[in-house]
């Protein structure tokens, strides 16, 4: 198999669902929104409840089965520590929480209905990995 083909299906495969969210609920396939709607304080219930744990257990199932499917999950293993890996999820947290959203949501979402918000927040999101990767590449 061609080494971009899982990553252009894996995309193609977002958007259509990312399409098809907004067209059957009218929802934003935000991931952090998503998932963030299952947790207290602000959790959801009932059906509400239901499309959201459907769509966060079909990212967990996807992998499983690409993985049943070929063999592999296309999954690394893990390239930082637990410690580091924590810390960054936190900072991620962090910086949905502040962006009123995460690079599903505005990335792909939100830049595809023209959203000026959503452009701010890729491009804070991009410059941000950028100068992570930098510092943690070549000066660390």
Avoid: D, K
Avoid at 49 to 63: D, E, N, T, V, Y
Avoid at 89 to 94: N, Q, R, Y
Avoid at 108 to 129: E, N
Wanted: with cysteine; hydrophobic share 50%; proline share 4%.
């Amino acid at each position: 198999m061609q080494q971009y083909l899982p990553a252009a299906l894996g995309g193609a495969l977002i958007a259509i669902s990312a399409v098809l969210l907004m067209g059957t609920l009218g929802r934003i396939a935000g991931i952090s929104g998503i998932v963030g709607r299952l947790l207290p304080p602000n959790g959801v219930s009932g059906s509400e409840a239901g499309w959201r744990i459907a769509f966060f257990a079909g990212l967990l199932l996807g992998p499983l089965a690409v993985g049943l499917a070929t063999g592999s999950t296309g999954i690394g293993a893990p390239v930082v520590g637990l410690p580091l890996a924590i810390i960054a999820g936190l900072l991620v947290g962090a910086g949905t929480s502040l962006g009123n959203g995460c690079t599903s949501g505005h990335g792909i979402c939100g830049l595809s209905r023209l959203s000026v918000r959503s452009a701010v927040a890729v491009a804070t999101f991009m410059a941000t990995a950028i100068v992570t990767v930098f510092i943690t590449h070549h000066l660390g």
